[in-house]
Every structure is written in C-alpha cells, then in structure tokens.
C-alpha cells in the first residue's frame, strides 16, 4: 500500500501551489497579468513590485486573486488604459499595504471595470433609518436611510444600493411601524421592479407599533441590479416608519458563484 503524500506546512506559497493550479510568484518590479494566471504571489523582497492588468472588457467575469507573502515593500495595480480599479480613477494605479500576508482579489465586469474585494473584509452594507418617514395610508413607498452602518466592497451608501458585480448576495430589510391600530402593515423588497421578499400583518387590533422583516437570496445574473425596500400601510392616516435600526437594510456577498 502506497503511502499518502505529505506537505510542508511552513512552505509558504509552496504547498498553495501544490494545490491550486495557474499559480505564480512575482518578484519583478513589473509584471503583466497574462491569461492562465489565477492567483499571484507578491514577493516584494527586493524592490516594489506593479502588476498590470488585461482590459476588462477582454476579461469578463475573470477573477485574480494576489497574495503578499513577503514584508517591506508595497506593491501596486495597474488597469489598462481606460480601465479603473472598484470607484478608483480611470488609468490610476492602486497602492496596497506592505504587510505580509495582504490579500486582494478583483473580478473583471466586462466593461472597464475590475471590482476589488478584500478577501478578509469582503462586501458588506448596511444602512438604517435613524429618524423617521411618514407613510400616507394606501401609497407604497420606497425607504429612504438615512445613517449608514457601513458600505464597502464596491457598493455605495444609498437607500437603492446597485450590485456591481456578479455573485450570490444574502439581502436582509426590517421596518418598525409606529404604533397604530387600525389596517395592515407591508414590508417589500425589490429588485428593480422584481418583488425579492415579503411580509405582511394585518388586523393590527392591539394598537401595538410592529416590526416586519423579509429576508432573501440573489443570485446576480444581469448588470447592475437595484435594491429597494418599500413600505405600506392603510391605517387610514398617515403613519411613521423608523426611528430605529429595526428599519434597515443589509446586503452581504455570500460567494462569486456566476450563474448563467
């Protein structure tokens, strides 16, 4: 019976290698990302080191990942001529940290854009609505947030946030009702005109303030979709929504699985 292999845990970029295909280690001042490169190892040793990236729009849906497996030196990103790095300047380097360690991975949109996502804080939103909006009984009305948690990964502060990239999201939206008892209360979440999730009360007797919440998975296959959270209530009155961070919004990247 043969014997199984064994690895050297200590070897760095060795025993990834051993594992993963298309691996290469960087050490030249510049390097030009070429088409069977999936992840890259930044040896900053000796100098700086710049990496240059392929158009996006010839690399739709591509990912690269970049792992810092030296200290000392920064190292940089460059996008092609036209190109831009997540919200960063058109034809601009970006400049990363010279801790060891450092990763970063981008994913290409087919158009001008490689989206970044650091692959220990991943993308990640969440706004809520710390003051409050008043609903008029009957009329559907889209949320407005007011106080962001945080947005990062390539996605803005705004109440109708646009996922940029592809991948599977887990998207997660609450209202808090002021306290009525008249009629029904309805919270949606959307995506464009598509309803995603849903929740509803009704026959709110008890004259108690209610909180809704709806919770749903997107799987990304179109560009740019918007999400918006809208509330309703036929109290017969107006009535507030908010005042809390029970009304909120929260949007998390679960893996880049493209669908198609």
Known sequence: ?????????????????????????????????VPTDDVIFIDTTAALVNINLPAASAS??????????AGGNRWTITPATGDKIGTGSTSTAATFSSANGSHFYLIADGGTIWWPRNIRDMFAYRMFLAGTQS???????????????????????SSNPTLNFDGIFQIEAGA???????????????????????????????????????????????????????????????????????????ISWINEAFLT
Not at 60 to 69: D, E, H, M, V
Request: aromatic share 6%.
């Open 60 to 69: 739709n849906r591509r990912s690269l990942t970049f792992i810092k497996i």
């Open 135 to 157: 609903l008029t009984s009957g009329t559907e009305a889209a949320i407005t947030f007011d106080t962001t948690d945080f947005a990062v990964g390539g996605i803005s502060a």
């Open 176 to 250: 808090s009702f002021a306290a009525n008892a008249t009629g029904f209360r309805q919270l949606t979440v959307y995506q464009d005109a598509n309803i995603l999730s849903q929740s509803k009360t009704v026959n709110n007797g008890a004259g108690d303030a209610v909180v809704l919440g709806c919770s749903a998975q997107l799987g990304r296959t179109s560009a740019g979709p918007v999400i918006t959270v809208k509330a309703l209530q036929n109290s017969g009155g107006a009535l507030n929504v908010g005042g809390a961070r029970s009304t909120y919004l929260s």
């Open 1 to 33: 019976m043969s014997s199984l292999p064994s690895y050297n845990i200590d070897a760095g970029p060795n025993i990834i290698g051993s594992l993963l295909s298309n691996t290469k280690t960087i050490t030249a001042a510049t390097y030009n990302i």
